[in-house]
């Protein structure tokens, strides 16, 4: 999980992942409190699972070759 910023032009771009809607709606909070006088453009997705294991994430046995 994490967040990337980038600026394009008059855009400040956001994307990465995130855990819950919650956590989406406070990093946007974060960064209009900074007024940046750029248009945020939004391309933060939610995580599938939070972590490791789950079923987007496959478990590596370092004992098969």
């Known amino acids: ?3 990337r910023l980038q600026v394009r032009g ?3 771009v956001v994307s990465g992942e ?3 809607e919650e956590r989406r ?3 946007l909070e974060i960064i209009r409190e900074h007024d940046t006088g750029l248009d945020i ?3 933060i997705v939610l995580s599938a699972e939070p972590g ?3 079923p987007q994430h496959e ?3 370092p004992r098969r070759s």
Do not use: K
Request: charged content about 15%.
């Open 59 to 61: 478990q590596i046995d």
């Open 41 to 43: 453009v939004d391309y």
């Open 1 to 3: 999980l994490g967040i």
């Open 10 to 12: 008059d855009n400040l």
């Open 52 to 54: 490791p294991g789950g």
């Open 25 to 27: 709606a406070t990093v």
């Open 18 to 20: 995130v855990a819950s």
